[in-house]
C-alpha cells in the first residue's frame, strides 16, 4: 500500500503539493488525475524519495522508499520512459537494473517477454520510439516483480493494441493483489482502466472515489424525444430549459428524467424516449477542476 499524510513540497515561493493525505490500496488499479501542474508527477517523485518533502511524508508498505533494503523488488516504478542512456540496449539496461538489486538476469527475459520487446532486446535504446520505450520503462518497473507500481502517462506514445495491452494488463496486476498506481491526462482511458480514482489541482486533494461514486453524483443530461418534436421545444422553451437539438430529438441539461416527464404531462406531448445519460469521468474532472487548471482559455465573440 501506498500512504501519503500531510505531504507539502515548495519550490521556492511556488507550493507544488499542499497538505495532500491519501491511500492507494491493492486489489485495484488507481488512477491519479489533475490538470497540468497540478502536482501528480511531483508527488510521484516524492512517494519514491527523488525529491524530498517540506513536510509530511510517503510510505510504501508502512516504510519511507529511501529505508526499502532492494527497493526494485518492491516497488517498481516509470516516470519518464526516455531517461535512459541511448548508447546501451533494453538487456543491457535492464541487467544493470537486475544487478543493483540482486535480481537474477533470468528475469530480464521474462519481462522482455511480457512486454512485447524480446525481438528488439539487442538494438541501443536510442534508436526506440516513444511507444518502444514505454514498453521498455514497463519492462524495468516489473523487473524485482514488486507489490507496488506506479506509472506516469504509461500510455504516452502507445499505438490503440498498446494501450488495450497496457490497461489488460494493470488489470491483470491488480488481480494478483498488487497496488498499482496510475497518472494520467487521459480521462477516457482511466475510466475503462481504474477503478479507484483520486483528482487533485493545485496540489490539494479535490476528491477521491470509484469511478461509479465521481460519476453518479454529477449532474448528467437526458435524451428526449416526442412525436410532436415541435409542442416538446415549446414546452421546453417555456420551462427556460437549457437544451440542444439531437438528431430526432434534444439532449436536456438542466432537467432529470423525472422533471422531464412531469413537463411533458403537463403539456400534453407524448414522449416516445426519455433516456438518462451519466455524466463522463472527462465530464467530472472538468467541472472539478476547473478552478484549478493553470491555464486556460479566453474565448472572445467572434472566436472559433
Do not use: C
Not at 508527477?41 to 508498505?61: E, K, W, Y
Not at 538489486?101 to 534508436?127: C, H, M, Q, W, Y
Not at 491483470?172 to 482502466?193: C, D, I, N, Y
Amino acid at each position: 500500500m501506498i500512504s501519503v499524510q500531510h505531504l507539502t513540497k515548495r519550490f521556492g515561493s511556488t507550493l507544488a503539493v499542499n497538505d495532500l493525505t491519501f491511500d492507494v490500496r491493492p486489489g485495484v488499479v488507481t488512477g491519479f488525475l489533475g490538470p497540468n501542474g497540478s502536482g501528480k508527477s511531483t508527488t510521484m517523485r516524492l512517494i519514491l524519495g527523488l525529491d524530498h518533502a517540506t513536510s509530511g511524508h510517503a510510505s510504501v508498505n508502512g516504510k519511507r522508499y529511501r529505508d526499502l533494503d532492494e527497493p526494485l523488488r518492491e516497488v517498481g516504478a516509470l516516470l519518464d520512459a526516455k531517461a535512459v542512456h541511448p548508447g546501451r540496449s533494453a538487456r543491457q539496461h535492464l541487467r544493470a537494473l537486475a544487478a543493483s538489486n540482486r535480481i537474477p538476469f533470468s528475469r530480464v527475459d521474462d519481462v522482455l517477454e511480457t512486454t512485447g520487446i524480446t525481438s528488439v532486446a539487442e538494438k541501443k535504446v536510442g534508436t526506440f520510439s516513444m511507444g518502444m520505450s514505454q514498453r521498455l520503462g514497463i519492462a524495468a518497473a516489473l523487473l524485482g516483480d514488486p507489490g507496488i507500481l506506479l506509472f506516469d502517462e504509461p500510455v504516452n506514445g502507445l499505438d490503440p493494441e498498446g494501450i488495450r495491452w497496457i490497461r489488460e494488463f494493470f488489470h491483470a496486476l491488480a488481480k494478483e493483489g498488487r497496488t498499482v498506481f496510475v497518472s494520467s491526462h487521459l480521462m477516457s482511458e482511466m475510466a475503462l482502466t481504474a477503478q479507484q480514482i483520486i483528482v487533485i489541482g493545485r496540489g490539494r486533494l479535490i476528491t477521491q472515489g470509484s469511478v461509479d461514486e465521481l460519476t453518479a453524483g454529477a449532474k448528467g443530461e437526458v435524451f428526449v424525444r416526442a412525436r410532436d418534436s415541435n409542442a416538446l421545444e415549446a414546452a421546453l422553451a417555456r420551462e427556460g430549459a437549457t437544451y440542444r437539438a439531437e438528431g430526432p430529438g434534444f439532449i436536456v441539461e438542466s432537467l432529470d428524467a423525472a422533471a422531464l416527464g412531469e413537463l411533458a404531462l403537463r403539456a400534453g406531448v407524448a414522449l416516445s424516449t426519455l433516456t438518462p445519460q451519466r455524466a463522463s469521468l472527462e465530464e467530472v474532472f472538468m467541472d472539478l477542476t476547473s478552478d484549478d487548471v493553470e491555464y486556460s482559455a479566453i474565448h472572445h465573440a467572434g472566436d472559433s
